[in-house]
């Protein structure tokens, strides 16, 4: 038995490259797993369940055969497709879970997150962050045209990329006190997330014991993968 976690592929039109990566990943590493976790940022942004893009459709078809021949798959929302929604999952054979969703990992007590509430020194961020989980700035988002919410995107986008290359490099990163707080609160000593782009092993200590976090890679150069089973724990990379 095996369980895989990735994030922060950032699928999108400009970057065929990834996708087609995605998809034989599917096809080489997920076929046979128990369970593929999706930790946000799955897509470079998100729309809505409605978006009829190749894209969109294509990757719902190549995820429900996954999901047909037996492997359970786990989205979480990120930074970029926190608009992802429930018909959208059920599409791709999908779970939606939440932001600090708890799991066994073959006897393990471990803590999923997408990592961007651990940023908590950026606080402009956290602000924008709190706005557009609102479910009332959702609906009305997702109240407007389909063409309209394609150019929000992209401005949003933009913007996104501009602010981040003015911040100092630490500022994105996660603060140790509030995961060690969170870890804390959740009762483990291992967590899982993406979001930073700076995949690692991170040997901690919690509540006075050993304890590990995880941070899963992004998918510019490179795939990533966390793939765990009943007696190892590999972070995995490989040249896109």
Same mark, same amino acid.
Request: charged share 20%.
């Given at each position: 038995?095996?369980?895989? +976690? ?7 039109? !400009? ?6 990566? +995605?998809? =034989?990943? /599917? ?15 799955? +897509? ?13 459709? *294509? %990757? ?5 055969? /996954?999901?047909? @021949? ?15 929604? @429930? ?5 791709? *054979?999908?779970?939606? #879970? ?21 940023? #908590?020194?950026?606080?402009p961020y956290q602000q924008f962050r709190?706005? =557009? ?14 063409? %309209?919410?394609? =150019? ?13 290359? /003015? ?6 990163? =996660? ?6 707080? %969170? ?8 967590? #899982? ?19 590990e976090r995880i941070v899963l890679g ?7 993968? /966390? ?5 190892? !724990? ?5 040249? !896109?």
């Amino acid at each position: 038995m095996t369980a895989l +976690f990735i994030s922060d592929l950032h699928l999108n039109e !400009l970057r065929p490259d990834i996708t087609r990566a +995605f998809y =034989v990943f /599917l096809q080489q590493k997920a076929a046979g797993a128990d369970a593929l976790y999706i930790l946000g940022d799955f +897509f470079d942004a998100w729309i809505g369940d409605d978006d009829d893009s190749e894209l969109s459709q *294509g %990757v719902a078809t190549a995820l429900k055969q /996954l999901s047909d @021949q037996g492997t359970r798959l786990f989205f979480m929302h990120g930074n970029r497709d926190f608009l992802l929604g @429930q018909d959208y999952a059920s599409r791709c *054979g999908a779970t939606l #879970i939440d932001e600090g969703t708890l799991i066994d990992l073959y006897g393990c007590p471990t803590l999923l997150l997408h990592g961007d509430s651990l940023c #908590i020194d950026d606080i402009p961020y956290q602000q924008f962050r709190n706005q =557009v989980r609102m479910p009332a700035w959702q609906q009305q988002v997702l109240a407007q045209p389909l063409a %309209v919410r394609r =150019v929000m995107a992209a401005n949003m986008r933009s913007q996104s990329e501009g602010m981040n290359s /003015l911040k100092a490099s630490d500022i994105m990163d =996660v603060n140790l006190a509030e995961v060690s707080r %969170v870890m804390q609160s959740a009762g483990v000593q291992r967590l #899982i997330h993406g979001h930073t782009h700076r995949p690692a092993r991170h040997q901690l200590e919690i509540n006075n014991q050993p304890a590990e976090r995880i941070v899963l890679g992004d998918w510019h150069s490179h795939g990533w993968c /966390l793939t765990a089973n009943e007696e190892t !724990l590999e972070l995995e990379s490989w040249p !896109l």
